[in-house]
């Protein structure tokens, strides 16, 4: 199982599954959590930019996610835990805080599940949503500005 926003899809995230996927070893299935607008909302202190049906269906497309689901509401890691009932949880990079919450969670259910950080893809800045977002911005913003002819 992997969780996150998957807001703006890029390569990262699919580099980020394909890696969860190899981590379940041969025959796994990957089902894919992803977070609820509110989730995001109470997470990050901003909405996702593609609501959550629309990142969910991006990513049960890709090829190497074999289920997708919304994430419960009210952060309810444990009803999705009972319901998937995955062998391994596959984390971020950057979901430190997320990790030890349910590897917190996992000690305290007598759960036998795996929690596995994956690491960053790439560094090329556009392996994020943020550094996608940003460069977007700053397209925009140059081409606001006046143009002198060459």
């Known amino acids: 199982m992997a969780t996150g926003a998957f807001d703006l ?5 699919v580099k980020f599954l394909e890696a969860s996927k190899r981590r379940g070893g041969r025959g796994a299935k990957l089902v894919v959590v992803v977070a609820r607008d ?3 909302f ?3 202190g901003r909405l996702p930019i593609l609501p959550e049906d629309q990142r969910r269906e991006l990513v049960g497309s890709l090829r190497v996610v074999d289920k997708a689901i919304l994430g419960h509401t009210h952060l309810d890691l444990l009803g999705v835990l009972r319901e998937v009932k995955p062998d391994i949880i596959c984390v971020g990079y950057d979901q430190n805080q997320i990790k030890v919450s349910v590897q917190k969670l996992l000690r ?3 759960l036998p599940i795996r929690v596995v950080q994956i690491p960053k893809f790439g560094h090329d800045g556009l392996n994020s949503s943020t550094g ?3 460069r977007v911005a700053t397209s925009w913003r140059d081409r606001a ?3 002198r002819s060459p």
């Open 9 to 13: 899809l890029h390569l990262g995230h």
């Open 38 to 40: 509110k989730t995001v």
């Open 42 to 44: 109470s997470r990050k």
């Open 108 to 110: 305290g259910e007598r």
């Open 132 to 134: 996608i977002k940003r």
């Open 145 to 147: 500005k006046p143009r």
